[in-house]
């Protein structure tokens, strides 16, 4: 992975170089992206748009979100690539743990695109992430109707319902997840937490039936 990574930062980095010789208004000394030039041609302005958001690609695969956000917002100044560039940009802002610009961002796209279920399974995602653990709850049980071919959804929500300490349902939805995703690379590390929680059960039993048997305890 390392080795995989320096290849591509030692490519990327050429190609930004290269590139950066095409944009004498972009600012090095700060992260602002400026806008082109009044006065070019539209071709150009096209070509300076789609370039930003090349270069933001580069960046968002050198995982430097920060600056690939600021250029896929540049890139958002060319209508045919508005929308291209702002759901990258929502990305950015999942990666770098932005939930409140995020969970705004994916909004917006819902609206445009109102039966969208990935954008639906973001949203849920990001609303936990948030601690809006409710509105998460609700959303995976309308996506597992929706999606019920999809162990993702299924995983996440148990794992919400485990954050939310409701162990009952939590279990019975794993046991669900046994049953129809038997291959699922997520049954036992969650098979892992139930272990956990019972282990955790019989100890807290075992002292109180310690506790209990103490003879300063017992009544005469």
Excluded: H
């Excluded at 950066?20 to 400026?34: M, P, T």
């Amino acid at each position: 992975m390392k080795l995989k990574r320096l290849f591509w930062a030692k490519r990327c980095s050429a190609v930004l170089i290269c590139t950066a010789g095409l944009f004498l208004n972009i600012s090095c000394s700060s992260n602002k992206v400026a806008v082109p030039i009044p006065g070019q041609s539209d071709a150009v302005i096209s070509n300076i748009y789609i370039e930003y958001q090349n270069i933001a690609d580069i960046y968002f695969g050198l995982e430097k979100f920060d600056k690939a956000e600021n250029y896929y917002k540049a890139a958002m100044g060319n209508k045919d690539i508005y929308w291209t560039s702002y759901y990258k940009l929502a990305k950015c802002y999942v990666y770098q743990s932005k939930w409140g610009d995020a969970q705004t961002a994916y909004e917006t796209m819902l609206k445009r695109d109102p039966e969208n279920t990935t954008l639906q399974s973001s949203i849920a995602y990001i609303y936990a992430m948030n601690g809006n653990i409710d509105k998460a709850l609700e959303l995976y049980k309308e996506l597992i109707e929706k999606i019920p071919e999809s162990s993702d959804v299924l995983e996440n929500y148990i794992c919400v319902l485990l954050a939310d300490e409701q162990k009952d349902e939590a279990s019975i939805q794993y046991n669900v997840l046994k049953e129809k995703f038997p291959d699922s690379k997520r049954l036992e590390e969650l098979g892992k937490q139930f272990e956990s929680d019972e282990k955790n059960e019989g100890s807290e039993e075992s002292e109180n039936t310690e506790e209990s048997e103490n003879p300063e305890d017992v009544k005469a």
